[in-house]
């Protein structure tokens, strides 16, 4: 399960860089510590939407995008993730490219009364059912 882990968090990343059009800023004073206490201290503001770990053993903020079939891959899978004891919390990424009608899906789910199922069915909405995935 180690390997599996290592690989999904290095694919998040991965996806989260891509999706979001990050450019190389110059270098600066901030520390990994201290961007991960920034971090901390403004999660609740993003107000993400969460899959508690029953055992929990790592926190994971994900960067989502709901037009994403990894993305999507994820949210599927994401009782195999939090049984291995990841808490996970999503915040989704606005792509300059994104529709309009997305934008608005995704609010809907921000405002939903049960968020978590909300944010299952709008990412299974774009989930291209035809791709195949190998088994992490």
Known sequence: MRFSIKT???GIFTVASFSSGVSAAPASDVTPQMAYEDISRS?????????QAKAEKHK???FVENQCVYCSYVVKNIKKYTDAGLTMSFVTVVPSS??????ED?????????RQKSFQNA???FFARQHQFRKM
Do not use: H, N, Q, Y
């Open 43 to 51: 999660l609740a503001a993003l107000e993400p939407v969460t899959f």
């Open 98 to 103: 994104i529709k309009d009608s997305v934008i």
């Open 106 to 114: 995704m609010g809907r789910v921000w405002c939903a009364p049960d």
């Open 8 to 10: 999904f968090t290095a």
């Open 123 to 125: 990412m299974a909405g």
């Open 60 to 62: 994971l903020l994900v």
